[in-house]
């Protein structure tokens, strides 16, 4: 089948249906025709709402970082309709939360009790403000570190002996607190470990104002609305590339007088002639991937870029209960193993220990309408080695976990699990980027450039890159996801010469 649609028009395909292909489908204007190629059996990509027990609960992205008039998955969201009230106010999108959603709280040590709430504050008061302190070096040629983590790992043991106020039992009670603020990072920066993510561009990302919140009728909805208003046949689903055929010339049977420069071949067989392709594809997969996916190979600037770049892993763990053991109020139930520091290497047992790594639980909102669930959060090597256990084997460790941290060896077990398995998903493999030590932002632009390369090439824009990792500001992100679609969706407008207004949010 040589697919794409009749006409002379621009021929236009993109790989991927998420936000990144989405937003270039809803921007992009002047060409002949579209085609979106998703692997998947759904659009949205990295957003995936799931129905569990008697609610909704987000498989990937959970909210929406910063819901202002700066971010437009917000102004999106609102335009659909598909926020709550509270959004809308104008003091939530004010707020400077920098990507942390303050919310009630209870912090569990290993020992089986409650911990202060005055010893974790004081302990993420001083992680808060070296975070802050390690945004300080972009731009610097010589920053203190290579990694984040090994900055926030000196500046910890500089200021040891001030901890706890000198008494030893506090000062190890606030490093505890500390390695569990670490791995909170690591969920956030999604990362196996902060010794990964590099110092000297760690300041270039971009956390925007706003009460971070949440789709009371799932995150899906967004995908959903913006493919619902796409012409009927745009997106394929089901439909896998299995490598994209570019600086060729290719004709389809039957329309000898014109060519080609690009043609997708998918693992079905069919195929879909274009002049323009925009690859929307998971960094995480096209680590794994490129080498095969592109003929010819990409240039080898882009290939390294790839390589150097961070993707890592961040998963959730859902657990319903019968009856809730925690307080009505209590909206997030944090975990330190008490017997942890930042200064001292983790244990690379994961078979042990890959529990540890659960930073804690958000108690999902309201219990009405989810019942009585906890949205566990877990990153790293931790998390993929979780993906390779049976429901039962974590049924069963969340028990223990929980037993160990409430000190009550009789609390009941979940009754039922639901989890996410980014780092299996073949299209996937892996949740989002970061800037790795030994990467820049440079990179993101590298990646995001597209090809070929020569700007007098008679056949321009073959190929556009789009996706949270090809945004310099916003990787990692919903909003830096929908806002490449757009930017590559633009480049060709140009390209196009086809003026007109952009749709109305």
């Known amino acids: 089948m040589e697919g794409g649609g009749g006409g002379s028009g621009r021929r236009v395909a993109a790989v991927g249906a998420g936000l990144a292909g989405l937003g270039a489908a809803q921007r992009l204007r002047g060409h002949g025709s579209l085609r979106l190629l998703e692997a998947a059996a759904r659009a949205g990509g990295r957003v995936c709402t799931r129905r569990f027990v008697s609610g909704l609960v987000e498989m990937g992205a959970h909210w929406i970082h ?48 409650v911990l202060s709430p005055q010893v974790v504050n004081e302990a993420r008061d001083l992680f808060n403000t070296l975070l802050a302190s390690a945004r300080a070096f972009c731009g610097s040629e010589e920053p203190p570190a290579p990694s984040v983590g090994q900055y926030l790992r000196m500046e910890i043991a500089r200021r040891v002996p001030a901890l706890g ?10 490093l505890a607190a500390l390695a569990a603020c670490l791995k909170l990072e690591c969920c956030i920066s999604g990362t196996h470990s902060m010794d990964l993510v590099a110092l000297e561009p760690f300041g270039e990302y971009v956390s925007l104002p706003g009460l971070d919140c949440t789709f009371p009728g799932g995150y899906s909805g967004l995908p959903d609305c913006m493919l619902s208003a796409l012409p009927e ?19 389809a049977e039957g329309d000898e007088a014109r060519d080609f420069p690009v043609r ?48 890592g892993t961040n998963n959730k763990i859902f657990l319903e209960f019968e009856r809730p053991f925690w307080e009505p109020q209590q909206q997030l139930l944090e975990v330190v193993w008490e017997n942890e520091s930042p200064l001292e290497e983790p244990s690379a047992n994961l078979e042990a220990n890959w529990f540890k790594k659960l930073v804690g639980f958000v108690v999902l909102q309201p219990p009405e309408q989810h019942g009585h669930v906890l949205c566990g959060f877990i990153a790293g090597k931790e998390s993929e080695y979780m993906e390779t256990l049976s429901d039962a084997e974590v049924l069963s460790t ?30 996937t493999r892996g949740s989002y980027s970061y800037v790795a030590v030994g990467s820049s932002g440079d990179d993101i632009d590298v ?59």
Not at 414 to 422: A, D, E, G, Y
Not at 487 to 501: H, M, S, T, Y
């Open 233 to 251: 046949g745009t997106v394929l689903l089901n439909k896998a590339v299995r490598t994209i055929w570019w600086q060729g010339s290719f004709r």
């Open 66 to 113: 910063g819901p202002s008039p700066e971010n437009p998955i917000f102004c999106l969201a609102t335009h659909y309709g598909l926020l709550g009230p509270e959004a809308a106010r104008e003091e939530n999108q004010q707020v400077e939360a920098g990507g942390h959603p303050p919310l009630p709280s209870v912090t569990y040590g290993s020992s089986g009790r």
């Open 398 to 427: 969340m028990t223990c976990v929980l037993r160990t941290l409430t000190g009550n060896p009789r609390l009941p077990g979940p009754r039922s699990v639901l989890r996410s398995r980014w780092h299996s998903a073949s299209y």
């Open 165 to 174: 106020r000198g008494e030893e039992d506090a000062q190890r009670l606030q």
């Open 264 to 311: 997708v071949e998918c693992e079905d067989g069919d195929t879909f002639l274009a002049d323009h392709v925009i690859v929307t594809v998971p960094l995480g997969f096209l680590k794994e991937r490129h080498q095969d996916f592109f003929q010819p190979p990409l240039p080898k600037q882009k290939a390294e870029a790839i390589r150097r770049l961070g993707f």
């Open 447 to 505: 990646l995001a450039q597209p090809l070929p390369e020569d700007p007098k090439d008679p056949r321009p824009l073959q190929l556009l890159f789009a996706g949270e990792a090809t945004h310099r500001t916003f990787y990692s992100t919903t909003h830096g996801a929908l806002l490449s679609g757009w930017r590559e969706a633009e480049r060709l407008n140009q390209l196009f010469e086809a003026p007109g207004p952009a749709p109305q949010l």
